[in-house]
DNA sequence: TTTT
DNA sequence: TTTT
C-alpha cells in the first residue's frame, strides 16, 4: 500500500551499469549507511544496502557516483528470490531508487580524482548542481528528478 | 534537493474539487494529525496540515474520501505566498500529494454514512481496495499510484 | 547517514513475540506491502517485508497485531548476516521499527477473529484509538510512540 | 497518526539560537529546497521552508549550521497560529526537526565564511564527520542522532 | 565482498 | 513459507 525509503550514505564501490535483454537500463551499487549508535564496542557500524535504478536514472548514477561519494537515494524496498544453485530458495532485499541526489560532486571535499579543478576553486557549491559532464554518455541535468510531475503555475489556484 | 513527507491522518471536512481556468482538476482537504505526545495539560492536540492533490488524484480523492476517513498522503511541502487585502504578504504551506492512500472505506469502521452495507457485512476487507463506486466520476483503478514506474520483469535482471 | 523507511501494509502471519536471553521483548512478523504496479500477466504483487521491534513497542505489537491486520510502520533498514550450516553467508535485511500504527482494530473491517467484540460493535471509529485491551498483558496507551520527545508549550517560542 | 518529513536544502541564513523562558534551547533556521521542475519561465523555484530544533540538537546546530550549508533534516510538520496586532489569526508551519545531518563542513565546498580555515585545507574529506570545534559550546559528537535507540546485538537475536 |  |  505504501512503500518508502530514503537513504543518505556513501558508495561502497562504483556503479555496476548493465542493460536487460531488451536493453534497458539498470545500474547496481551499494550504499553503506552508518548506524545512528554505536555497538557494545563502542564502534559505529554500518548498514549496506543494495540500490538498484532503471533507465535514465540508472545511467545518470553510473556517470556520476564513485566509490565514497555522498548521496541520497529515495525509493521502495523490494524483495524477490531464487533458488540457487544448492536448491535453495535466496531472498534479495534491494531499495528500487526512484530518485538520486549527488551530494558531493568529483571535486567538492578531498576526494580530488584529476578532475582537474584546483583545490579551492571548488565552485559554486558543489556537486549537486551538477554539469561538469565527463561521464559515459551525454545528459542535459542529472540531477532531475526521475518522473517527477511538471509545474502547475500557482497563479491557476482555484482555492 | 530532496522535500519528501508521510502523513497519515483524518479529514477535517469533505474535500474540495476545483479546476483551474485551463480545466485542470485539484482538489483541496485538510487532514487531522494527531501529535504523537500530550500538551501540559495532558491532551492530545493535532496538526491541521493543508493537502493538495492535482488531476486524476484529485478527481479520485474527490470521489472516494469524506470528512472523518483516515488517509496516508506522500507527498512534498510546497510554501507560496500572495499580499492579502490589507497588502500583507501572507505565506501558506501546503502538501502537495502524489500518492494517496485510502485506509477506510465508506463502510468500515463505524461512520456508516448510508452507503447501504449493513454492518458487519463489511465486504472483504476493506477501503484500501475501494471499487465500490458512486463517487462523482468514474474511474478504474481509483487505489493506484499517480505516475509511478511500470513493472520490469525480476527475470530480465542482468546481475 | 539517514535511513528512514515508511511501510503500509497488512500481516502475513500472527506476531511472533520472543525474548532475547537478557530478557528484552522483541518480536517479528513480516509485512505484505501491494507493488504500485502490476507485473507482465497483469497480476499485482507484494513485498514480503520483515519487521522487528524491541521492547516495549515489541509487546504491544504481540498483543495488537494480528494476522491480516492492516499497519504502517516507521523504522530503518538493518541488514545482518551469519553463516548458515553449509558455511554459506547468508544475508538478512529488516525493517527494525520504532513506530507502529495499527490502521485496523479487531473489530473493524470483516475480520472478526474471535476478539469476543460483536461484529457490527464497530466502536469509535477503530482501530487506531486503540485501549480495547485483551492482549497478553496490560499497557496504558498502546498506540503512543516509541521514545519521541515530550511536549514544550508553544507558548514558550521565544520567537 | 503519522507525521514524517524529510528535507535536503540549504540554509537561507545563519540560524538564530534562543532560549524559552524555562532556559531550553530552541534553534530555527530556514532551509531552501528546489522544487523538482521548472516553472513556466523554465526557472527552478524553491521552497523556504522553516525548521524548528529543540535543545541539544538546537545548540549543535547553532554551532555547526551556517547560512549556505546543506542539511538534511528528519522531523514532523507542526502547524502553530496566533493573533497578529491586526487581530487576524496568523497560521505558521513549521518543520519540528529530531534528526539533522550536516553535509557540508565548514571546509568543504566553497562557501568559506571565515570560519578560519583556510580555503583549500580541505580537511578529512568532510563536514558530516565534523569534530572541527569553534562553536559557541562544546559537543562531544555533533552527528549523533537525538534520542536514538542504543545497540542491542544482533548475537542476542532469539530468531 | 564493503563507505568516510 | 506469505496479506487483502
Known sequence: MLNRVILIGRLTRD?????????????????AVD???SNNQGQREADFIPVVTWRQL????????????????EGRIQVRSYDNNEGRR???????????RFLESA???????GMGMGAGSGGDGGGYRGG????????QDPFQD???????SDDDLPF
Open 15 to 31: 556503479p555496476e551499469l548493465r542493460y536487460t535483454p531488451a536493453g534497458v537500463a539498470v545500474t547496481q551499487f551499494t550504499l
Open 35 to 37: 548506524r545512528p549508535f
Open 58 to 73: 540508472a545511467e545518470t548514477c553510473a556517470n556520476y557516483l564513485r566509490k565514497g561519494r555522498l548521496a541520497a537515494v
Open 90 to 100: 535466496v531472498y534479495v532485499t534491494e531499495v528500487i531508487a526512484d530518485n538520486v
Open 107 to 113: 571535486n567538492s571535499g578531498n576526494r580530488d580524482e
Open 132 to 139: 561538469y559532464g565527463g561521464g559515459r554518455s551525454q545528459q
Open 146 to 152: 526521475d518522473g517527477k510531475p511538471i509545474d502547475i
